[in-house]
Nanobody
Framework: QVQVVESGGGLVQPGGSLRLSCAVS????????MGWHRQAPGKQRELVAR???????NYADSVKDRFTISRDNAKNTVYLQMNSLKPEDTAVYYC?????????WGQGTQVTVSS
């Protein structure tokens, strides 16, 4: 059984930073590309960053140069370091494999950027 547990969200002021974590069990983590997605109220879920098994990364234009995705294969965990946060980054953040598996979505972690 696959489990995906996101954590690290919270309330932060504009310009602040947060580090999200996603612990995954039940898959061969090191062999999978992983992605971080977000869904803001009234909007579709969007992919913001992905990391391949090789360690190479891609980012959405909206977060490039502010967010950094990384992985620790020994801990079966993927991270998202978010710097220079903006109010438009407010969303529930989820991780999943890439390509996504419908049955791998976790509960997500809420990120709110507000003064």
């Amino acid at each position: 059984q696959v489990q995906v547990v996101e954590s690290g969200g919270g309330l932060v002021q504009p310009g602040g930073s947060l580090r999200l974590s996603c612990a995954v069990s039940g898959i061969i983590f090191r062999s999978n590309a992983m992605g971080w997605h977000r869904q803001a109220p009234g909007k579709q879920r969007e992919l913001v960053a992905r990391i391949f098994s090789s360690g190479s990364t891609n980012y959405a234009d909206s977060v490039k140069d502010r967010f950094t995705i990384s992985r620790d294969n020994a801990k079966n965990t993927v991270y998202l370091q978010m710097n220079s946060l903006k109010p438009e980054d407010t969303a529930v953040y989820y991780c999943n494999t890439y390509p996504v598996r419908r049955d791998y979505w976790g509960q997500g972690t809420q990120v709110t950027v507000s003064s």
